[in-house]
């Protein structure tokens, strides 16, 4: 009986690799890069207008979908970010990819792409799907002009909004995210990581609130629901290397790394976001999630509204990511 048990686990290791945890750390680390309370309200902000001034997001309000495209172009217009649209047809509705570009030097080093979907399901407004992650791009992008404009960091940067990643659309070639992909595998668009921000606004803390799928919860992953998931695939070890190498500098957000095989093809629900779209035309992509309907009880529900999310959290993933940015571009 031991025998063969050690080498499931031996197994279940060579193919999904032990749990790669880094907690949050009592020394006290570097002073923060951005101002945490003030990206707290920005971020509450972000969450109003989409979750309550504009509301579902989903191809029964085309409207909706309108209004947040509009939002977002405003975003990066009142922030004198370079933004325009990327139109596409899904049935009788025509619908955008919002895409925004921060570049400083000519010959930037190195080309990112962080991507989020804007719809939600229907029947919610979908504040951690996806609203918290389209809030944490924005704030993401607002930072890193500010750090273009004090320091040389040589990378370009694409903030790219995708239209129809739910329900009814997923899984079609009409994702905004397989639309993009595809234009940029067509046009050898050059993209070192495609990094995919799906639900990143929801932690928890109850005994058994965070939960995994097959086969992960042999392989001592955390119980506690406070960290912020790496998922990457075998062709995106870079990437997600060195994403869990910046991200454990920040010592207020822990955070785990997992790689699969196959793109994914063995944990079907590592694929369930953007991030497979890019995987699946050979690009570099990471996802980055507070591990969704593993955690977050209130999945597609009316009850995924902004009083649920965790703000702190997602103002340190914006301080995360700056960091990386910036260990990248120098
Ligand atoms: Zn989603």
Not at 37 to 42: A, I, K, L, N, S
Not at 86 to 113: I, M, R, W
Not at 316 to 327: P, Y
Request: proline fraction near 5%.
């Amino acid at each position: 009986m031991l025998r063969t048990s050690k080498c499931f686990a031996g197994v279940l290791i060579w193919l999904f690799g032990a749990a790669i945890v880094h907690p949050a750390g009592s020394t006290p680390g570097e002073e923060p890069m951005i101002d945490i309370q003030q990206t707290v309200e920005r971020l509450k902000a972000h969450l109003e207008a989409l979750t309550l001034r504009i509301g579902e997001r989903s191809v029964r309000f085309p409207a909706n979908i309108q209004k947040t495209a509009e939002y977002i172009q405003s975003f990066y217009q009142e922030n004198a970010v370079a933004v325009h649209y990327e139109p596409f047809s899904y049935q009788d509705l025509t619908v955008a990819n919002v895409v925004a570009e921060l570049s400083s030097g000519l010959k930037p080093s190195k080309h990112f792409l962080l991507g989020a979907h804007y719809d939600s399901v229907a029947g919610t407004v979908g504040a951690d799907d996806n609203a918290s992650a389209i809030a944490v791009q924005l704030e993401t992008a607002r930072h890193l002009k500010a750090l273009m404009s004090r320091e040389e960091i040589g990378l370009a940067v694409k903030f790219v909004s995708f239209a129809l990643e739910e329900p009814p659309v997923y899984g079609t070639p009409f994702m905004g995210s397989r639309v993009y992909a595809r234009k940029a595998r067509q046009a050898q668009e050059r993209l070192d990581g495609m990094i995919c921000l799906e639900m990143v606004g929801y932690t928890c803390s109850d005994p058994g609130c965070q939960r995994y799928p097959f086969p992960l919860m042999f392989l001592g992953y955390p119980k506690a629901g406070n960290f912020i998931g790496l998922v990457g695939n075998l062709g995106s070890r870079a990437l997600a290397r060195s994403l869990f190498k910046t991200f454990r500098q920040n010592r207020q957000l822990p955070v785990v790394k997992l790689t699969v095989p196959f793109n994914g093809r063995l944990v079907p629900a590592v694929r369930l976001s953007d991030h497979a779209s890019f995987w699946d035309q050979g690009f570099q992509a990471v996802m980055i999630t507070d591990s969704a309907f593993y955690r977050n009880p209130h999945y597609h529900l009316p009850s995924d509204t902004m009083s649920k999310l965790d703000y702190r959290f997602m103002a340190e993933l914006v301080e995360s990511l700056l960091i990386f940015f910036r260990s990248e571009g120098r």
